[in-house]
Each structure stands twice: as structure tokens, then as C-alpha cells.
């Protein structure tokens, strides 16, 4: 015998040890709770926004809330003007992470609201091969005329506590979509920030973001 | 679909052009398009593609992705001239015809455009090695052309074989060629160095090219134009309304779009996650929190 009784039982436990550090940490439940949580804020969303009964202020409020509790507003804030956040003053980040709020509230409220009279399904749940924190949630919403239209969720893992990352329909990732826009409008204005935000107040103001 | 507006009259021209130059400077066509291909093979590969969600996680790298867009002012000038071209022409003429005829006939003129088109899809099916793709553009095509009155009615969804488009374009990405500088041309609109190389060879592989005379050809082109914008009305209003750069957002979307496509809605560097691939349908798994995939759950 080359090993003792213990020494093999030692080998094992360590082998055993080894293989749970080499697994993933986040496996497949984490997963299966990033769909859940998907659920339950789309149910939660509509939920509370049809329980305004139509009080547009009440409504506001409570997506904001919403929005901020579940989506990465400020990352996201962040991601979309780039390099010029870095070289935006303190007051300019400030302004602009206000008024994208605003914009985020503006165009996906009312997406939000539709889901009361749309099904929603998940179709499944994928892993992101590098970036473990992250699944996203393949799902499918009823159109009122057509084809479902596909929507995925990128959704963020930290401490147990889940954040939408950013959201994909038909292809097309918010993300990508402002930040290719506003990072082309601040080159053309020579970085100025505080101008964007102000355009972007004056287009909120216009409902300009709305779907209508 | 947006991307359908950006591609409305993507043929209008350019099968005109090519059968002007097989006619007259064949010999030059045919160099002019070796350079083409040329050139969009040597167009750098997309960083990402083995990432789709790289970029928006700001991966890729710290500082804003280029826009791959040398020649922006020209491409923007042109933008303009489509736009302009756009409102006082195809949207007009789109809602008019939108207006004037009912649905029904509506889907019937898009039914027959897509029939017609069947030889330059399947054909880049085959080329991108899509069998099952490829037999489904085949089944529609003799099922369409026959039970569906010369493709005017599209029997064949309702037994499955849904219409899907292809171009070759996408046929060279899927060979590993990197889209290439973006380009906006004229009547066309978003394009880049491959796909505007990849509109070039559509067009070559369309019997209809050698077939059509000059007027029928337009006429198909712009039918066929008229048809897709008046389904993006309202779409292309809302995008016009809230973006604030109205070029680098159609760039932006176009790109997206195209990527989408060209992996055809799959994610490939995302796995299934195991236990949720399989799910039957109507078995949720309460171990996982799992809702049934195919539960509504709005209600």
C-alpha cells in the first residue's frame, strides 16, 4: 500500500474540497433565480403600475423606484457617455445621471405598462461563459399585432441581489444604442456634457422619449 | 421591423447598375467588384464577435469602441440626401399606400416581392452551409409558388416553414470578413464595405437581374421599397423623435441589427444553462425557482 487508510480519506476530502473551488460559484441556481427575479419584477411592475389606476404622477414614482431598486441606472449612466465621464466635472456627472434617469423612466415606463395586457414568457436562461456574475434571461412578449418579440436581460449577480445590466430586444442593446449616440453627439460638441443634459432636459420636457 | 427600413430600397439601383455594366464594361464590372471583395476582405475583423455582450459590459476596452466610420462627412451628407428623399418621396407614397389598400393586399404585394426573391436567399443558404435553412426556402418557394397563387398568398408559414432573409453579406461574415468601414449610399442607405460588396453579388445571383427589363425592375424595387417603409411608419417617427443624432443612432441600429442577423438571433459564446435547456413544456422546475416556460405570466 503507497497510502494509508487516512491518508486516502485526507487525498479525497482534499480532492473533493478542490473540485467544489474549480466549480463556478454561481451554478444553476443562480440562474434559475435571475429568471425568477426577471418574473418578479416585470409581475411587480405590473402590479404596482396598474394599482395607480392611471394616476400618471403616482405611476412615475413608483417606476423610478422601480428602476433604481433593479436596474444598473447609474453604471449604466456612466457607460453611455464613455470617456467623457472622466473628464466631466462633478456637477456635469450629477446633472446628466439625473436627466438620464429621466429618460430611462420616460421610454420604459411606458413599455412597462403595456405588460399588463402582453403574456410574458422565459424561454430559458443562459451563463455568460467568461463573466460568471452575469445570466442572461431569454424571454418572449406577446406583440398586439405579429410575431413575439424577444427581449433579454442581462442580469447582474452581487451579494445574492440581482441588477438588470442591460436589456436587448430584437438584437438591439440599450447600452450599445445610447452610448453610440451620445458618445457621437459629445464628440461633435467638444465633450460638453452639460450641454447633452440640457438637450436631453428639453427633450424630456417634449416627451420626445415616450413611445407613443 | 426597423432594419426592414433601413434595407427599403437597398435594390432599387444597383441591379440597373450591374446589368448596364454587364452590357456595356462587363470587363470593368467585373474588376470593380474584385476590388470590392478585395477590399472587404481585408476590412478588419469585429473585435466582439465572440462576445456579443463585451461591449456593453465595457469590456472591450476602457475608452468608447470607434465607430468605424472614416468617411463620416460624406456618409452623413448622403444620410441627409436619403432622408430628404425619404420625406418628400417614399414616406408620402407609403402612407398613401398604406392608406389606399387593405391589409390583405398589402401582405399579398410583400408575399409575392419575397417569392421572387427565393433564388438569391437560398442561394446564400447554401452558401452559409444552412441545410435546414435552405430546405425551408426551397418548401416555400414550390408551396407559395403553386397552393399560394404565384406567391401571393404565404401558405407555407401556416405549415411552418416561416420566411427568413438572406444576403450575401452576411455570407461573407459568416466566412470570417469583418463588416469594414460603414457606408451610407445613396437611395440604399446603412451599408458598409462588405455588405455594400455583398449587394453587388445578391444581384448577380438573382435570375431576375438577366431577366426583368429596366422599367419592370424598378417598378419591383420600388413596389417593393414603398411596401416595407409603410410598415415602419411610426417606427421611424419614434426613432426620429427621441434620438438626439439622428445618423449615429440609424449607424448604431444598423450595426446591431446586422450582427443579429448574421448570427441569426443565436448567442454563441452564452451557454444554456444546465437544467433549464430541456424543460418540457408545462414542467417547471420548483428545485431551480422556475417558472414553466411556457406559463403567462401577466396575469
Known amino acids: 500500500m503507497l497510502l494509508s487508510k487516512r491518508q486516502l480519506l485526507s487525498v479525497l476530502a482534499a480532492t473533493t474540497l478542490l473540485a467544489q473551488a474549480l466549480l463556478p460559484v454561481h451554478s444553476a441556481s443562480a440562474a434559475g433565480d435571475a429568471a425568477a427575479f426577471v418574473v418578479a419584477l416585470k409581475d411587480d411592475a405590473v402590479k404596482q403600475l396598474s394599482e395607480a389606476n392611471g394616476d400618471e404622477a403616482l405611476k412615475e414614482q413608483r417606476f423610478r423606484k422601480l428602476l433604481n431598486n433593479n436596474f444598473e441606472v447609474e453604471d449604466i449612466g456612466k457607460f453611455v457617455i464613455g470617456r467623457y465621464w472622466r473628464k466631466a466635472s462633478a456637477a456635469d456627472r450629477d446633472e446628466f445621471l439625473k436627466v438620464f434617469e429621466d429618460v430611462l423612466v420616460q421610454r420604459f415606463l411606458p413599455l412597462f405598462d403595456d405588460y399588463v395586457d402582453r403574456s410574458f414568457s422565459v424561454d430559458s436562461v443562459r451563463a455568460d461563459a467568461k463573466r460568471p456574475e452575469f445570466s442572461t434571461v431569454v424571454s418572449r412578449v406577446s406583440q398586439p399585432k405579429g410575431a413575439d418579440a424577444q427581449v433579454l436581460w442581462r442580469v447582474r449577480e452581487s451579494g445574492g441581489k440581482f441588477q438588470i445590466s442591460d436589456v436587448k430586444a430584437e438584437g438591439i442593446s440599450l447600452r450599445i444604442t445610447y452610448q453610440s449616440e451620445y458618445s457621437s453627439f459629445l464628440k461633435n460638441n467638444s465633450g460638453n456634457v452639460s450641454k447633452l443634459s440640457k438637450l436631453l432636459r428639453r427633450k424630456i420636457k417634449a416627451g420626445a422619449f415616450a413611445p407613443k | ?299
Request: hydrophobic fraction near 40%; charged fraction near 25%; proline fraction near 4%.
Open chain 2, 1 to 299: 421591423m426597423f432594419w426592414q427600413v433601413l434595407k427599403s430600397g437597398r435594390h432599387i439601383v444597383i441591379p440597373q447598375m450591374v446589368k448596364l455594366f454587364f452590357s456595356h464594361v462587363s470587363g470593368k464590372m467585373l474588376g470593380a467588384l474584385a476590388i470590392l471583395l478585395v477590399v472587404s476582405g481585408c476590412a478588419s475583423a469585429p473585435k466582439n464577435t465572440d462576445d456579443q455582450w463585451a461591449q456593453s459590459d465595457g469590456t472591450v476596452s476602457a475608452s468608447e469602441p470607434s465607430d468605424n466610420d472614416p468617411i463620416e462627412l460624406l456618409n452623413r451628407f448622403v444620410f441627409a440626401f436619403n432622408d430628404a428623399l425619404d420625406v418628400t418621396l417614399f414616406q408620402p407614397a407609403s402612407a398613401l399606400y398604406r392608406f389606399a389598400l387593405p391589409e390583405e393586399v398589402r401582405d399579398s404585394v410583400r408575399n409575392f416581392m419575397r417569392n421572387i426573391s427565393t433564388p438569391v436567399i437560398l442561394a446564400n443558404d447554401l452558401l452559409q452551409g444552412e441545410w435546414e435553412r435552405a430546405e425551408a426556402t426551397t418548401t416555400r418557394f414550390f408551396v407559395n409558388s403553386t397552393i399560394g397563387v404565384a406567391g401571393l398568398f404565404d401558405v407555407a408559414k401556416d405549415m411552418g416553414y416561416d420566411y427568413h432573409d438572406e444576403d450575401f453579406g452576411q455570407t461573407l461574415a459568416t466566412y470570417g470578413t469583418g463588416e469594414g468601414a460603414y457606408l451610407v449610399l445613396p437611395l440604399v442607405g446603412p451599408s458598409s464595405l462588405r455588405d455594400g460588396a455583398g449587394l453587388i453579388v445578391d444581384s448577380l445571383l438573382d435570375p431576375l437581374t438577366y431577366i426583368l427589363s429596366t422599367e419592370a425592375a424598378i417598378a419591383r424595387r420600388g413596389i417593393s421599397s414603398v411596401d416595407t417603409r409603410s410598415r415602419n411608419i411610426e417606427l421611424v417617427e419614434e426613432i426620429k423623435r427621441d434620438s438626439i443624432d439622428y445618423y449615429a443612432r440609424v449607424r448604431s441600429l444598423y450595426r446591431q441589427r446586422r450582427e443579429n442577423e448574421i448570427s441569426n438571433g443565436v448567442e454563441e459564446d452564452d451557454f444554456l444553462r444546465p437544467g433549464l435547456t430541456f424543460l418540457e413544456q408545462g414542467t417547471g422546475n420548483a428545485q431551480l425557482g422556475f417558472v414553466p416556460r411556457t406559463a403567462p405570466l401577466s396575469e
